[in-house]
């Protein structure tokens, strides 16, 4: 390497020799491969691409030549400063590649680790479906009504043509308010809200009374003191069976899936005339398979009871029968969660398990 | 109802081919819903045997079997060993001697049990003696059937071992069981299944009591009518015939063919007597009562019960009577049954009885359905009674127990037959035949409507026009009107016909503001990481006690039920926490520790002295006055939401440790719900009954309206509940929230000026509240103020005793020009002059 070159002094103008500077090139790029860090290349780099390097040192020299050979001296050199600090920028990048990524592997965490930082809730199944059904038929046009747990008797039986002897006003089957003869009990049904709607209102009437009742079963598998159903109304001019018929058909292929229908079966209630049962057909096995424990077997699934609103209901509340006829059903909320999600045990609904709730989320 | 297949064929052409299935599907069709379908399922060899030898052999798991040996005739081990079947059975309920059923290897019990020879406690056991329910018999699995006792001594005295006991049983007869809905009354024999068979298929229906009746006379046995205290003005009995037949051997053994209906009908054989009555009842659907004539001193009748009176009926309970009950009585006006119900133990037919009284009566339904639940008493006849029996029957029925008394017991009737017949002819009501269609929305032609009239037996008085007269048959009290017709007129039809049409109401408004707010609450608190449960309202007297409430705490003003679930809880809940804190105690019971639970739900606002409700009559919309006294008296039940959290409220992992739960978090949740409905609530320090006097928050609206609590609940009140210690907890009005929302919520424009942050610490009282100094400040800082943030506070000994240093940072905006340092200088100066005026602070 040479020195300061403060004066002229031609020995060392040798360092402008081409063979010379193909070697500090040579050196140099050796060098540079050889850099196996970003500290170490910038050593390098002071070192062969530095002010004192012997390229730098060269370049210097070239003011001293005469005239006819600085071009080309100029360029060789020029050339020689380039490759090497192509070579520089490409190790450069190079290891900087190779210290991100390492660094990326340094940073790594392990995400499989199942505990959420902020644990989300759940809603209880019972809530999910009666809004899944509330939608439904809110999206029909349909409206929902509500009232209250603690009803008036009258409310509850007698507008629904529920006579003072009928067994179902029993202690035997319904939770009644003291003292004796308040006239108040807790509602056996949401039927009241019915009744309350069609005080309230005249027709065209078309609500969905969904909530919680009462009635004096003890809690076993299938059965709870506190349930929860939902109640369908209907009250307009030319309403017919038909009406009915497609409203749960249209109710469960949205519920169960497309192409579920319903069969109405004769029966009895009080405050329907004609009645009927409703059945649904198995949306797990179609009635192809005698073993489905859904259904048992028989195709059908019994949900619930339905009828023409009985004209002596549409009396007491006010609905002249001659103008209007009506529609009217009832389904449970736990026994459509329990079919439609396999829900074995009721006390598993009731008992406020919260991994109960949590198996179903935010949307059933 | 039980309804064999065999019997029924004699009553209606059943085609040739009609299985038990398709004959309970026809019933189907027309509402006698299935309810289980026997018989037919089985086959021999299904024996009699007596029992030779029984060894009882205790086993090591407590149970003591018999091992036993019974001959079967020549069958089973007679025929390939010659020796007894020996036969492993578990029961205890007989005897060497007795005669029972037994299943051989190789017979096949109803739901296709084969039967095979197994070792079993040491022993091979070569079949098994069987129980009632093991054969399809009904439900009885105590203990096994003893023929003597199933059959009665008599019939089985000709049995013998080896005889099949499928014919002998029936059990090969397929038996239909339905459902009979309340206003079918007349389907409880099978006379009505009959009819309903052949109404559902078209084929002929033969009617059982269109028998041969001895015409009434003077000449029968006295019969007294009388009623003091008819309810809704019906008389207790209109109808009573009464029958005498002398000189019955009541020994003598009921026809096999009659036991075997009786059997699968579900009923015992117990004497000729009883089991004529019972055989005819099932016939006709009518109750009968046999008397021992000797008994009664010169007549019977009716009469309502005295106060005070007893009488002990055939079950051998002593029963108080009371004036509503209808009594038989005799000529010396001893009570000699509850009519209806059940009769008594003095005029029993016994042993010794030879003249028997047959009794046919049609009692009004009320006067026994009240009877029946006042003693708490239901019967085959009350049942029967209640639902409504056919009046028409009456006398035919009578004449069947009659016949069949002298047949099979060797009597002889009385010439004299009485008949008290003061039946109230059933009004005809006008029926438009247009109706059903109307109703149904199918075409139902007048010639079709007419006809399912005149085939359930309706007497119709045809002018031609649309409009026709009916009169119901005797047997369907049931068909009061038009609308009970078009039923009548569609299930015959068929309510498969029905199309389905979807109505199309006119546009809806969608869910209502409360519904709405309803759901983003319960959407809301599961997102802030709490599950949503559903407790029974129900709870115990001392609960309130427990709570910490003070004795003139409102809520101690429920409603209390009079016939609770549990003694335990009979109260209503007044807050959605009464019942919720006990869902969280069983969650840490079953080993969840870190809990947060949410519940919406009402609560009760007790009525303290209010009127009763009223109960009008239903002919017509009761007027204002008496609705609004229904309504008036309904106490108010408001939603609220309540929430409950204990153990960790952030998990611990990888990223650091677990962060426990704490009394912020109940008020931090709280407050999301009213974030969410965009309500800016107010935040005092309470102190409030079930939480820790020093960790209740009060939030509510700036007009004072509450919308509830948050906080951590008192240790006493953890303790009484045994909850964990620090659960906490918050209560909230949804009602409230719902008042205070619904309102459009006004933008404000937004400023895109700089913002302006300055920092102040204050040094106050312990006992102040931040939000009195952060409110203190806002109005102080005035408009320009965009937020304030509290992000220390420091107690210690630079401040003093009992004085907090609280740091807050103040960030200003201004809407229209960027403020300038002095502007903020003079805006925090205000603020801090605010608070040191207001809450006594001092600038640290």
């Known amino acids: 390497m040479s020195g300061p070159n403060k004066q002229y002094d031609p020995v060392e103008v040798a360092t402008l020799d081409p063979e010379a500077v193909e070697r500090a090139v040579e050196e140099a790029l050796e060098a540079i491969?050889?850099?196996?860090?970003?500290?170490?290349?910038?050593?390098?780099?002071?070192?062969?691409?530095?002010?004192?390097?012997?390229?730098?040192?060269?370049?210097?020299?070239?003011?001293?030549?005469?005239?006819?050979?600085?071009?080309?001296?100029?360029?060789?050199?020029?050339?020689?400063?380039?490759?090497?600090?192509?070579?520089?920028?490409?190790?450069?990048?190079?290891?900087?590649?190779?210290?991100?990524?390492?660094?990326?592997?340094?940073?790594?965490?392990?995400?499989?680790?199942?505990?959420?930082?902020?644990?989300?809730?759940?809603?209880?199944?019972i809530s999910l479906v009666t809004e899944r059904v509330e939608d439904i038929f809110v999206a029909m046009g349909w409206e929902i009504a509500e009232g209250p747990e603690i009803e008036s008797e009258w409310l509850n039986f007698d507008a629904l043509n529920i006579g003072a002897d009928h067994p179902a006003r029993g202690e035997a089957d319904t939770f009644f308010v003291a003292p004796a003869g308040s006239g108040l009990v807790l509602r056996t049904h949401t039927s009241p809200v019915q009744v309350r709607t069609m005080l309230d209102r005249t027709?065209?009437?078309?609500?969905?009374?969904?909530?919680?009742?009462?009635?004096?079963?003890?809690?076993?598998?299938?059965?709870?003191?506190?349930?929860?159903?939902?109640?369908?109304?209907?009250?307009?001019?030319?309403?017919?069976?038909?009406?009915?018929?497609?409203?749960?058909?249209?109710?469960?292929?949205?519920?169960?899936?497309?192409?579920?229908?319903?069969?109405?079966?004769?029966?009895?209630?009080?405050?329907?005339?004609?009645?009927?049962?409703?059945?649904?057909?198995?949306?797990v096995c179609g009635g192809e398979d005698p073993g489905c424990r859904t259904c048992g077997g028989t195709g059908w699934i019994e949900l619930g009871g339905s009828g023409m609103v009985n004209q002596r209901v549409l009396r007491a509340s006010g609905i002249d029968p001659e103008r209007y006829t009506g529609f009217a059903f009832g389904l449970g909320i736990e026994r459509s969660l329990m079919l439609r999600h396999g829900v074995a045990d009721m006390h598993d609904i009731v008992e406020g398990d919260v991994r109960f709730s949590r198996q179903f989320g935010m949307e059933i | 109802m039980y309804a064999p297949v065999s019997w029924l064929r004699e009553l209606a052409d059943v085609p040739a081919g009609a299985s038990g299935s398709d004959v309970a599907a026809a019933l189907v069709r027309v509402g006698l819903e299935e309810e289980g379908l026997s018989g037919g399922d089985l086959s021999g060899p299904i024996l009699v045997g007596r029992v030779l030898s029984v060894e009882a052999e205790p086993q090591k798991n407590g149970k003591t079997i018999r091992w036993c040996t019974v001959d079967v005739g020549q069958h089973g081990q007679m025929l390939t060993e010659g020796k007894p079947q020996e036969i492993v059975c578990g029961a205890h309920n007989f005897d060497v001697g007795d005669l029972v059923v037994c299943v051989l290897p190789g017979g096949v019990l109803p739901g296709g049990f084969e039967i095979s020879a197994r070792r079993t406690y040491g022993h091979v056991s070569q079949g098994m003696i069987c129980s009632a329910r093991e054969l399809g018999l009904g439900d009885d699995h105590e203990g096994i059937v003893v023929l003597t006792e199933l059959l009665g001594a008599e019939a089985a005295e000709d049995l013998k071992p080896g005889d099949d006991a499928i014919a002998l049983l029936g059990l090969a007869d397929e038996v239909v069981e339905v459902n009979v809905t309340p206003d079918r009354g007349y389907c409880f024999s099978m006379r009505g299944i009959a009819r309903e068979y052949a109404l559902s298929t078209g084929v002929a229906f033969r009617d059982p009591a269109d028998v041969h009746v001895a015409a009434a006379n003077e000449q029968g046995y006295p019969v007294h009518l009388t009623d003091e205290a008819p309810i809704d003005g019906r008389d207790g009995c209109d109808r009573y015939v009464a029958r005498v037949v002398r000189g019955v051997d009541v020994a003598a053994p009921t026809p096999r063919w009659m036991q075997k209906r009786l059997t699968q009908l579900g009923m015992r054989a117990i004497s000729l007597p009883v089991d004529v009555t019972n055989y005819v009842m099932m016939l006709v659907g009518q109750p009968l009562h046999a008397f021992d004539l000797a008994t009664l001193s010169g007549s019977v009748g009716t009469r309502r019960a005295r106060s005070g009176e007893e009488l002990t009926t055939l079950d051998g309970v002593t029963r108080s009577l009371e004036p509503q009950d209808l009594l038989i009585v005799d000529g010396a006006d001893t009570p000699l049954a509850v009519a209806g119900v059940m009769g008594g133990a003095s005029s029993e037919v016994s042993d010794t009885t030879t003249d028997i009284l047959v009794e046919a009566a049609h009692f009004d339904p009320v006067t026994v359905a009240r009877s029946s639940r006042r003693h708490r008493l239901t019967t085959e006849a009350s049942k029967r009674f209640e639902r409504g029996v056919d009046p028409g029957v009456t006398a035919a029925a009578a004449q069947l127990a009659v016949d069949l008394l002298v047949q099979y017991g060797g009597g002889a009737p009385d010439e004299g037959v009485t008949d008290v017949d003061r039946r109230v002819a059933s009004s005809p009501f006008t029926f438009d035949t247009t109706l059903p269609t109307r109703y149904v929305g199918l075409e139902y032609s007048r010639d079709e409507v007419l006809a399912t009239l005149g085939a359930i037996g309706c007497a119709v008085q045809d002018t031609g026009a649309d409009v026709?007269?009916?009169?119901?048959?005797?047997?369907?009290?049931?068909?009061?009107?038009?609308?009970?017709?078009?039923?009548?007129?569609?299930?015959?039809?068929?309510?498969?016909?029905?199309?389905?049409?979807?109505?199309?109401?006119?546009?809806?408004?969608?869910?209502?503001?409360?519904?709405?707010?309803?759901?983003?609450?319960?959407?809301?608190?599961?997102?802030?990481?709490?599950?949503?449960v559903l407790s029974y309202p129900f709870v115990g007297q001392d609960l309130f006690d427990r709570l910490g409430y003070e004795p003139a705490d409102p809520r101690r003003r429920t409603e209390t039920l009079l016939n609770p679930l549990s003694e335990e809880a009979p109260l209503m809940r007044t807050s959605v926490l009464d019942s919720l804190v006990e869902v969280l105690r069983r969650n840490v019971a079953r080993g969840a520790r870190d809990v947060?639970?949410?519940?919406?739900?009402?609560?009760?606002?007790?009525?303290?002295?209010?009127?009763?409700?009223?109960?009008?009559?239903?002919?017509?919309?009761?007027?204002?006055?008496?609705l609004a006294g229904i309504r008036g008296a309904v106490p108010a039940q408001p939603l609220h939401a309540a929430l409950v959290a204990s153990g960790d409220a952030e998990p611990g992992g990888p990223w650091g440790p677990a962060r426990a739960v704490e009394a912020s978090d109940a008020v931090s949740w709280a407050l999301a719900v009213c974030a969410a409905l965009g309500v800016d609530p107010v935040v005092a320090s309470a102190s409030t009954a079930p939480w820790h006097p020093g960790r209740c928050a009060l939030i509510s609206m700036r007009d004072g309206t509450v919308l509830g609590h948050a906080g951590e609940l008192h240790p006493k009140v953890t303790a009484a509940l045994e909850l964990p210690p620090r659960t906490v907890a918050a209560e909230l009005d949804v009602e409230a929230l719902v008042s205070v929302t619904g309102a459009a919520v006004q933008a404000v424009p937004l400023s895109t000026y700089p913002m302006a942050h300055t920092d102040v610490a204050l040094v106050v009282d312990e006992t102040v509240p931040a939000a009195s100094v952060e409110s203190a400040l806002r109005d102080g800082a005035g408009p320009d103020l965009e937020s304030l943030v509290l992000f220390d506070v420091y107690h210690g000994e630079q401040v003093g005793a009992g004085r907090k240093s609280v740091a807050y940072r103040l960030t200003f905006r201004a809407g229209d020009r960027t403020l300038k340092t002095e502007e903020v200088s003079v805006l925090r100066d205000r603020a801090v002059a605010s608070a040191a005026s207001r809450v006594g602070a001092v600038q640290r």
Not at chain 1, 97 to 123: K, N, S, W
Not at chain 1, 218 to 246: C, S
Not at chain 1, 253 to 270: A, E, H, K, M, S
């Open chain 1, 33 to 125: 491969r050889g850099a196996g860090s970003l500290e170490e290349l910038k050593a390098v780099r002071l070192a062969h691409h530095g002010e004192k390097s012997a390229l730098a040192l060269a370049n210097r020299e070239i003011g001293a030549l005469p005239p006819s050979a600085k071009a080309e001296a100029g360029k060789r050199v020029g050339q020689a400063r380039g490759r090497v600090a192509q070579a520089i920028a490409w190790r450069l990048a190079e290891l900087e590649r190779l210290r991100d990524e390492r660094i990326l592997v340094e940073e790594t965490q392990d995400l499989t680790v199942r505990v959420p930082r902020h644990r989300l809730g759940a809603r209880h199944p």
């Open chain 2, 468 to 532: 026709v007269t009916v009169r119901s048959p005797s047997w369907r009290p049931d068909l009061v009107d038009g609308p009970d017709l078009v039923e009548e007129v569609a299930r015959v039809r068929g309510y498969d016909e029905i199309p389905s049409v979807l109505p199309l109401p006119k546009a809806g408004g969608g869910l209502t503001h409360a519904q709405r707010v309803r759901r983003l609450v319960a959407a809301t608190l599961a997102q802030q990481g709490l599950v949503e």
């Open chain 2, 596 to 626: 947060g639970l949410y519940e919406l739900g009402a609560v009760t606002v007790g009525r303290g002295a209010a009127q009763a409700a009223p109960v009008p009559g239903t002919d017509s919309k009761p007027d204002a006055e008496t």
């Open chain 1, 203 to 283: 027709p065209p009437i078309y609500v969905l009374c969904p909530g919680k009742v009462f009635r004096t079963d003890d809690l076993d598998a299938t059965h709870t003191p506190v349930f929860h159903q939902f109640e369908g109304l209907v009250v307009d001019e030319g309403i017919t069976m038909a009406h009915l018929k497609g409203t749960l058909d249209a109710f469960v292929q949205r519920l169960f899936g497309d192409g579920i229908v319903t069969r109405l079966r004769p029966n009895y209630f009080p405050f329907t005339e004609p009645s009927a049962e409703i059945d649904c057909q198995c949306w």
